[in-house]
C-alpha cells in the first residue's frame, strides 16, 4: 500500500485546514487509518484514527472538538478537517494504514504502511 498525503499549508491560528490522504491498491477498507505529526525537534505523535470495521473514530485530547477524521472507501481516501488551528500544531502530519491495532490506534507501532508527510504551518 502506498499512501499519499496532501492539503499541507499555511493557516493563521484559528483557521482551518483540510487534508487528504490516498492509497493505493483494493484493499483500503480493510486497513484501520490514522493521522500522526511530528513538530521539529519532537517525536511523532498521534492524532486521529478511524476503525476499517464500524468506523469508529479516536482523538488525542489535544484535537477533540477541532479535528474531524473520515473516510470514503470508494475513493481510497482518509480525511482530516482541522479548524481552530494552534500555531503549537505545526508539524508534519503524517496518515498511515493498520491491518489491525488492536487497542493501540494511538500507537505507531500498530501501523504497517506510512505516507510521506504534509507540511502544516500555523503563524500566529
Known amino acids: 500500500v502506498q499512501l499519499q498525503a496532501s492539503g499541507g499549508g499555511k493557516v493563521q491560528a484559528g483557521g482551518s485546514l483540510g487534508l487528504s490522504c490516498v492509497a493505493s491498491?483494493?484493499?483500503?477498507?480493510?486497513?484501520?487509518m490514522g493521522w500522526f505529526r511530528q513538530a521539529p525537534g519532537k517525536a511523532r505523535e498521534f492524532v486521529s484514527a478511524i476503525s476499517q470495521y464500524d468506523g469508529s473514530t479516536y482523538y488525542a485530547d489535544t484535537v477533540k472538538g477541532r479535528f474531524t477524521i473520515s473516510r470514503d472507501n470508494a475513493k481510497n481516501t482518509v480525511y482530516l478537517q482541522m479548524n481552530s488551528l494552534k500555531p503549537e500544531e505545526t508539524a508534519l502530519y503524517y496518515c498511515?494504514?493498520?491491518w489491525g491495532w488492536g487497542s493501540s490506534y494511538s500507537s505507531m507501532s500498530a501501523y504497517d504502511y506510512w505516507g510521506q508527510g504534509t507540511q502544516v504551518t500555523v503563524s500566529s
Open positions: 491498491g483494493r484493499t483500503f477498507s480493510s486497513y484501520g
Open positions: 498511515a494504514a493498520s
